[in-house]
């Protein structure tokens, strides 16, 4: 590196040696090896995906690879999927909420008891359910932005309130009753797969066209990155936390509508499992297609990665507390991938600056 102020050595019309010799493999062999790694990292779990299906219909072909099943399996995660995606604003931001799988609770509580025991309309149901879930998010968010509290711990005190509010509406009943027209608009299928798993693919699509083309998702990836950074770049920080926590409760709410429009009813006490697997998916997903950065398409591929294996392994005879331990496994191991690849990122910075 030349200072400034230095005198200038004579540029030589022979080709540095050691220049040469430094650079190593040669520039299209590097190109293609890091292509190779790169697509690795972009479709890792894709490929993933398609091992792990073919493994299945090895060993059980007559009732895992069949249509009917992975029919079944594409339309009976849709709730869940849209649970998943649910994780991803806040998660952009920078941000953990742990009340998700409550809000999703609320939203179909409401709905349930508005639509089913009082006769409201699905319209106004479908509305204020809405309505409560984000403002839960709103809660969440001012306390955790304004107030300066951990959204973590946030999350989970509003996640259990909540939850108890939840109780209280449905008296500890399962709700049911809703509208069959509501029910069909959930259920009526195309190619074999019910509208549910369509409305998924939508919210995946809308998510990942603000991310991509909008100054704000922009922004709030940017602000997921490095907070003060992004303060310092003239990013409106807090507001975009705020939208992030709300978005989130938002989706979460909608999950819950699902929930209820495919199932015909809602028990309470049935969300909370949910949880897991949704930020498992989410954490998973920010390692596929923009690796290092939470994504909404990312999500939806390892959460039917994920519900594939839980799918598969029952199948087997396996009981259903694979269930639980497969999913903790995969956040577990996604978390330590996670922070592998940060550190291995450190290192090979260091390595390029040395």
């Known amino acids: ?20 010799n430094a ?3 040669s520039s299209p062999e590097l190109f293609r090896q890091r292509s190779k790694r790169g697509l690795l990292a972009k479709y890792g779990i894709v490929i993933a995906w398609i091992i792990e299906i073919a493994i299945f219909a090895i060993v059980e ?3 895992f690879f069949t249509p009917s099943n992975f029919k079944e399996i594409a339309s009976s995660q849709a709730d869940l999927v849209v649970l998943a995606l649910a994780v991803v604003p806040t998660l952009a931001v920078g941000e953990v909420d742990l009340s998700v799988a409550s809000v999703m609770a609320l939203s179909a509580t409401i709905f349930g008891r508005m639509n089913g ?22 809660v969440s968010g001012l306390i955790t932005v304004y107030l300066r509290v951990r959204g973590i711990i946030v999350t989970l005190g509003m996640g ?14 399962t709700v049911g009753g809703i509208s069959l027209a509501f029910q069909n608009a959930m259920n009526h ?11 998924a693919v939508a919210i995946a699509i809308i998510l990942w066209y603000m991310f991509r083309h909008t100054p704000a998702g922009r922004w709030m990836l940017f602000l997921g990155f490095n907070r003060e950074v992004a303060r310092l770049s003239g990013i409106e920080v807090s507001r975009l936390r705020l939208m992030g926590f709300v978005l989130g409760s938002l989706i979460a709410g909608l999950a819950g ?18 949880l897991l697997p949704a930020f498992a998916a989410s954490f998973l997903g920010s390692l596929i297609f ?14 039917y990665f994920l519900a594939t294996g839980v799918v598969g392994i029952q199948l087997l005879g396996v009981g259903s507390w694979i269930d639980d331990a497969f999913y903790g496994g995969a956040l577990v191991v996604t978390v330590a991938l996670s922070g592998l690849s940060e550190l291995l990122g450190i290192r090979v910075r260091k390595g390029s600056t040395a």
């Open 61 to 63: 072909t007559s009732s």
């Open 117 to 138: 025991s009082d006769h409201y309309s699905v319209a106004l149901s479908f509305i204020v359910a809405l309505l409560a879930a984000m403002v839960t998010g709103l």
């Open 257 to 274: 509508i699902v929930s209820i429009g495919v199932a015909g009813g809602a028990d309470p006490s049935s969300f909370q499992p949910l």
């Open 160 to 173: 259990t309130l909540v939850l108890g509010i939840t109780t209280e509406i449905s008296h500890s009943l």
């Open 1 to 20: 590196m030349t200072n400034l102020g230095s005198v200038e050595e004579p540029v030589s019309d022979k080709p540095d040696s050691k220049a040469k």
């Open 189 to 199: 299928q195309i190619f074999g797969i019910s509208y549910a798993f369509y409305y």
């Open 290 to 303: 923009t690796p290092g950065r939470v994504n909404a398409f990312g999500s939806l591929v390892a959460l």
């Open 23 to 25: 650079s190593g493999p």
